[in-house]
T-cell receptor
Framework: GQNIDQPTEMTATEGAIVQINCTYQ??????LFWYQQHAGEAPTFLSY????GLEEKGRFSSFLSRSKGYSYLLLKELQMKDSASYLC????????FGKGTRLHILP | KAGVTQTPRYLIKTRGQQVTLSCSPI?????VSWYQQTPGQGLQFLFE???????NKGNFPGRFSGRQFSNSRSEMNVSTLELGDSALYLC???????????????FGAGSRLTVL
């Protein structure tokens, strides 16, 4: 079967760092994506990992360990606008999404 | 460059009716995928089309169907609507049908369906 797990909700403080974890079990693997979705809006692409290691893109970084079926998204210097849902997705022959992590940022 | 366009944005139907949703992908994108998003289940894969052919299908009943036209525009249809079909239906396009990392999905704003 296919399963992607991530925490339902997280809370962090403005200016801090937060790590959102994702574990997956899929029949195949051709890459892992992170998307951001603000309430009432479409998901937007954040990052992509296909090889083990860390990919950094500004305040956001994403890590992948294929042997552990594990990824995380790291958000630094949190801003209020980072309040959103973060979706982990894995591609085998199609792209399957986790249920998303709703991140709340406190001032 | 125009994004992914979905119509209608909002619609209300009653049980037993049918509905057709439309999606125009980004110009040059040939692959279109459809997802159903609900608060409890998140984004669930419906189907993917590439060059007018259905490449993949999710675990939804046969009441859910779709098609893609030669200009890459896609439609999905839900027949005999049920209350549980109330959801946000998202369409996403990508450049090619290749299963490679560069094939990022770009989503439309969605069609919000309410079934009464």
């Amino acid at each position: 079967g296919q399963n992607i797990d991530q925490p339902t909700e997280m809370t962090a403080t403005e200016g801090a760092i937060v790590q959102i974890n994702c574990t997956y079990q899929t029949s195949g693997f051709n890459g892992l994506f992170w998307y951001q979705q603000h309430a009432g809006e479409a998901p937007t692409f954040l990052s992509y990992n296909v090889l083990d290691g860390l990919e950094e893109k500004g305040r956001f970084s994403s890590f992948l360990s294929r042997s552990k079926g594990y990824s995380y998204l790291l958000l630094k210097e949190l801003q209020m606008k980072d309040s959103a849902s973060y979706l982990c997705a894995v591609r085998d022959d199609k792209i399957i999404f986790g249920k998303g992590t709703r991140l709340h940022i406190l001032p | 460059k125009a994004g992914v366009t979905q119509t209608p944005r909002y619609l209300i139907k009653t049980r037993g009716q049918q509905v057709t949703l439309s999606c125009s992908p980004i110009s040059g994108h040939r692959s279109v995928s459809w997802y159903q998003q609900t608060p409890g289940q998140g984004l669930q894969f419906l189907f993917e089309y590439f060059s007018e052919t259905q490449r993949n299908k999710g675990n939804f009943p046969g009441r859910f169907s779709g098609r893609q036209f030669s200009n890459s525009r896609s439609e999905m249809n839900v027949s005999t609507l049920e209350l549980g079909d109330s959801a946000l239906y998202l369409c996403a396009s990508s450049l090619t049908g290749r299963r490679s990392g560069a094939n990022v999905l770009t989503f439309g704003a969605g069609s919000r369906l309410t079934v009464l």
